[in-house]
């Protein structure tokens, strides 16, 4: 098949958008990405079929991705002789250009050839002086002959085309999500996002989501969301692009937009099915027990007010007295009042027996088709959603008042265990990383590039982080687990409590961290779920011995009740948690 000019010109559309993301990347010049290419493989034509592999790039011994054995010719002695040797093989052509910069970085020669020095990067001109003074060719006119190329018309027409074309699918993206001030997502608001002087409007998805390409050269994202109820545009904080540029997610909170909350229509309705028919006096109803204390509301006094004095979740206290919405609450009504010790007391917990009934037939090797356990620790999280709710009451003047408040409860629990339905775990062999997992590494803006490009990187830290920015909660940002030992806030008597972040210290050595979701009947084993940990390294839960545990740490703005630290009896889905499955 003869190679034809439009094949040419294709060679280059297809390397423009990947050599553009690249050059954002580092500082390099595209342009010279663009020229060398065209210029050894002869505009694309001797590039070996099904590689990507632009500079035909062999596959070493250091070489550790897949490789493809091809019939090639080489000049030994001033011979030219044909033999079979294996080459590098890339997903794509973004990933073959970004480990030809690697390898040019790697190579000491070429660093102290001026190849990266400030003024140099970026400048097809200097940058291809510096690779000939660095030997990187033996003709004397290497670097003109770089600069001819590139100034040339064929060059021109493809790169003008290509840039007709545009560069969006494969650019990186901002993942953002929007937050009111109880950290609920904004679903389908108005948002102004302006970058470099040009204004567009997008509107956030169920989940208070927006995805931002990131152009080159890209500045600054300054975005606002328009806040209906007042008819007005709300300034958020500016989104700054990460250095080097890469995928990221960032969570933003709106802590003055106005939530739309239900009515008081069916107030009398309400009240008729909730208030008893004779209001006992306080501690003297048949109902108490002790695993209850009674409360009469008195005048001025909310379900916020009382949830603060027993240090009881509201939403607690509320299923406690079959309180639904909208949640009305009246003086003299009597509540009440689950009994919880701050977790020092595990007997307060459901009983072992009963918990064993519960999880009966629940272990199973592995998470694929056991139905009733997900349902069992989905139903264990579903509390863990963030709820807003509307809560009327009468205050001292006994005038109507509403509070909206929301429920909280480890809420980043619910996107850890629906990465552990989706079974998200190592790819096995020198296959493609698993893309879930590397979407995890987006929340650890601090681990190295190369790092983030393989799921053979431990990511507990990583999917630890994922979660708590899912939730609108601050991650540590860093994918080292030990990490976690000074981040957010220790637990009450560094005591275990749902969701809490457990760092973990084996006896061999090493760091694992993971969220806390039950606890044994003796109070020596939690359950955990957590990224990076089972027998194929997966998102799962498992169990490990307390005393393992150095530390359980709580995000430092959630408001953690003594609700929080009653844990059920529940079994792992995997063996006993080790050094050797975490790493």
């Not at 000049?75 to 973004?94: C, E, H, M, Q």
């Not at 309180?323 to 009440?336: E, N």
């Not at 595990?346 to 009934?357: E, G, M, W």
């Not at 190295?448 to 990187?457: E, I, N, P, R």
Request: with cysteine; charged share 25%.
């Amino acid at each position: 098949m003869t190679y034809e000019y439009e094949d040419k010109l294709e060679f280059i559309k297809n390397l423009y958008c990947p050599a553009r993301v690249v050059a954002d990347e580092t500082g390099a010049s595209w342009e010279l990405i663009l020229s060398q290419a065209a210029q050894e493989t002869l505009w694309g034509e001797k590039i070996l079929p099904g590689t990507n592999n632009i500079f035909n790039i062999k596959a070493d011994p250091s070489w550790e991705g897949e490789s493809k054995m091809f019939n090639v010719h080489e000049i030994v002695n001033g011979s030219k002789i044909w033999v079979d040797a294996p080459f590098r093989v890339y997903p794509t052509i973004l990933d073959s250009l970004r480990d030809r910069m690697a390898f040019l970085k790697d190579n000491p020669r070429y660093g102290k050839a001026g190849l990266f020095d400030a003024d140099t990067k970026g400048n097809l001109e200097k940058e291809a002086a510096a690779l000939q003074k660095a030997g990187y060719a033996t003709d004397p006119n290497y670097a003109t002959s770089l600069k001819t190329v590139f100034d040339g018309k064929t060059m021109q027409r493809a790169v003008k085309e290509a840039q007709k074309q545009g560069c969006g699918p494969i650019l990186p993206v901002i993942e953002v999500i929007v937050l009111d001030g109880a950290k609920v997502p904004i679903a389908k608001a108005k948002v102004s996002a302006t970058q470099n002087g040009k204004s567009a409007e997008i509107a956030t998805d169920a989940a208070g989501r927006i995805i931002i390409r990131i152009t080159p050269n890209s500045g600054d994202i300054q975005l606002k969301i328009f806040d209906a109820v007042k008819n007005s545009w709300i300034d958020l904080d500016p989104v700054k692009i990460p250095s080097p540029i890469k995928s990221t997610t960032i969570t933003l909170i709106s802590p003055t937009f106005t939530v739309q909350t239900s009515t008081r229509t069916h107030e009398k309705v309400a009240a008729k099915a909730e208030t008893p028919k004779k209001i006992p006096e306080a501690g003297k109803s048949k109902d108490a027990s002790k695993s209850f204390e009674m409360h009469t509301i008195e005048k001025g006094e909310s379900l916020s007010s009382i949830s603060k004095k027993y240090s009881v979740r509201y939403k607690t206290i509320a299923d406690a007295n079959n309180i639904a919405s909208p949640y009305i609450i009246r003086p003299g009504q009597v509540l009440k009042i689950p009994k919880i010790d701050g977790g020092q007391n595990h007997a307060n917990q459901a009983s072992p027996a009963a918990a064993s009934k519960a999880n009966e037939g629940s272990h199973q090797s592995d998470a694929s088709g056991n139905g009733d356990y997900m349902a069992m620790f989905g139903k264990m999280f579903s509390d863990s959603q963030n709820y807003l709710h509307t809560i009327f009451y009468r205050n001292e003047k006994n005038n109507p008042q509403t509070d909206v408040m929301h429920s909280s409860k480890a809420p980043w629990m619910k996107f850890a265990q629906e990465e552990f339905e989706k079974g998200v775990k190592r790819h096995v062999g020198k296959g493609p990383s698993d893309p879930r997992i590397l979407e995890y590494f987006k929340a650890t803006p601090t681990l190295d590039k190369a790092s983030a490009a393989t799921d053979k990187t431990p990511y507990c830290a990583a999917f630890a982080n994922w979660c708590l920015v899912k939730a609108g909660f601050k991650g540590d940002n860093s994918a080292l687990a030990v990490s976690f030992a000074k981040w957010g806030r220790p637990t009450k008597g560094n005591k275990p409590g749902l969701g809490a972040v457990a760092v973990i210290k084996f006896p061999e050595g090493g760091h694992h961290v993971t969220f806390v979701a039950g606890l044994s009947a003796n109070g020596k084993m939690i359950a955990t779920l957590g990224g990076n940990q089972g027998k194929g390294h997966e998102v799962s839960h498992s169990h490990v011995t307390t005393a393992w545990v150095v530390a359980y740490r709580y995000p430092s703005d959630y408001p953690d009740h003594d609700d929080d630290y009653v844990l059920t009896d529940v079994k792992g889905d995997h063996a006993t948690m080790s050094a050797k499955s975490t790493h």
